[in-house]
C-alpha cells in the first residue's frame, strides 16, 4: 500500500552547524580537509528519514542568514554573529573555517542523496520553511533547533517540528499540546511571545522587565500583541508596572513582530521533492563522492534510508 504523504523540511543549517560540532574533527578526507559535517548531517538524514517516514524532503537554506529588511527594522538582529562590520560590505557570519569548507561539499552530498536544496534571496531558511509548510497540502516535518519555528506548529493541519536542541539521540515531537505546555501560549501566539520575551541568540531585546511568564499571561488575557497594546494604552487588565514597560516598548513593538514572524507567502516554485530511489549512474556518483571524500558509512545509511523510503511511496 502505498504511504501517506509527509513532507519533510530540514532547517539545513541548524543541521549542519549540530554536526560539526558533534562529531569528531579528526574525520578527514584523504587529503586531510574536514568533513565531519557532511558526514554528520548524512547520518542525521538516515535516522530522521527511516524514523519519521517522509515522502517529501527539502533541505531549506539560508540565502540571506541576516536579511537587510530584518537588519533595518532592529539593526542589532543577529549582529553579534558578524564577522566584522565594514562600511558598504555585505554581512559575513561568523562561522568557524573548517566548516565553512565543507559548505560546497554539504550542498554536493544532498545533490547526490536526490534531496533539493531551496533558499529565496533576501530570507532565511525560516521564510522558505514558513511558507513551504503554511502552503503543503500534506502533513508537515520541520527539523530545527530553532524555537522560533514553533510557531508554525499547527495540529489542525498536522505540522510538527521535530526539535533537536537535546541531540539526535532525544529528538522531540512539537505539537499544540508541547507549546501550551512548555510556554502557556498556543503556537499561534509564540511569535508574540517570542517578541516580548527577546532573544540575546537572534540580538532580540525584547520588552525590558517582561519574561516568559508575563509575557503568557498578558498573552493568556488579551490574546495576542495588539490586545495588550490595546490594553496598556486604556490603562486596563494589568498592572501599573507592566502597564509602564509596554508603554516604554512601543518603539521596539512597532517592528519587532516583522522581524519575528517568518515569512508565508514567498515566491517559492519548488522542484519536485518526492523521496525516489537512486538510478545506477547516481548511485555510482554518490559512491564516488563517498569514495573521494571518506564519506563510507554515512553516505552508504543515507542512501539506503532514502532508497527504502522511496520504495515504500511506490509500493501498490
Not at 176 to 192: C, E, F, M, N
Not at 197 to 203: E, H, K, N, T, W
Amino acid at each position: 500500500m502505498t504511504r501517506a504523504e509527509r513532507l519533510m523540511l530540514l532547517d539545513t543549517a541548524s543541521l549542519y552547524f549540530r554536526a560539526f560540532y558533534g562529531v569528531p574533527d579528526k574525520v578527514t578526507a584523504p587529503d586531510g580537509s574536514p568533513i565531519n559535517a557532511a558526514r554528520g548531517l548524512l547520518d542525521m538524514i538516515a535516522k530522521l528519514v527511516t524514523t519519521y517516514q517522509p515522502t517529501h524532503v527539502v533541505a531549506c537554506w539560508d540565502d540571506d542568514w541576516r536579511p537587510q529588511w530584518r537588519v533595518d527594522l532592529i539593526p542589532s538582529y543577529k549582529t553579534h554573529r558578524v564577522v566584522e562590520v565594514v562600511a558598504g560590505a555585505p554581512d559575513v557570519e561568523e562561522v568557524p573555517d573548517p566548516l565553512e569548507a565543507q559548505i560546497p561539499l554539504i550542498r554536493e552530498t544532498l545533490a547526490v542523496v536526490g534531496i533539493p536544496i531551496v533558499g529565496v534571496a533576501e530570507h532565511e531558511a525560516d521564510d522558505v520553511i514558513g511558507t513551504l509548510a503554511t502552503n503543503a497540502t500534506m502533513p508537515v516535518d520541520i527539523v530545527t533547533g530553532d524555537r522560533d519555528l514553533f510557531q508554525l506548529v499547527d495540529d489542525e493541519r498536522d505540522v510538527r517540528v521535530i526539535y533537536t536542541a537535546r541531540g539526535m539521540s532525544n529528538l522531540e515531537v512539537v505539537t499544540d499540546a508541547t507549546v501550551v505546555t512548555k510556554y502557556g501560549v498556543l503556537p499561534s501566539q509564540y511569535a508574540d511571545f517570542a517578541t516580548m520575551r527577546g532573544d540575546a541568540s537572534d540580538g532580540l531585546p525584547g520588552v525590558a522587565g517582561i519574561g516568559e511568564k508575563t509575557a503568557a499571561t498578558l498573552l493568556q488575557k488579551h490574546g495576542d500583541l495588539v490586545g495588550i497594546r490595546e490594553a496598556a494604552e486604556a490603562g486596563e487588565g494589568m498592572s501599573a508596572g507592566i502597564r509602564a514597560k509596554i508603554l516604554d516598548a512601543q518603539a521596539y513593538l512597532d517592528v519587532a513582530p516583522t522581524v519575528v514572524a517568518v515569512a508565508t507567502e514567498l515566491p517559492i516554485t519548488a522542484p519536485d521533492v518526492a523521496l525516489r530511489a537512486l538510478t545506477p549512474d547516481e548511485a555510482a556518483e554518490a559512491t564516488a563522492l563517498a569514495e573521494r571524500w571518506n564519506l563510507g558509512s554515512s553516505m552508504t545509511r543515507a542512501v539506503t534510508a532514502v532508497t527504502a523510503a522511496a520504495s515504500q511511496i511506490t509500493e501498490g
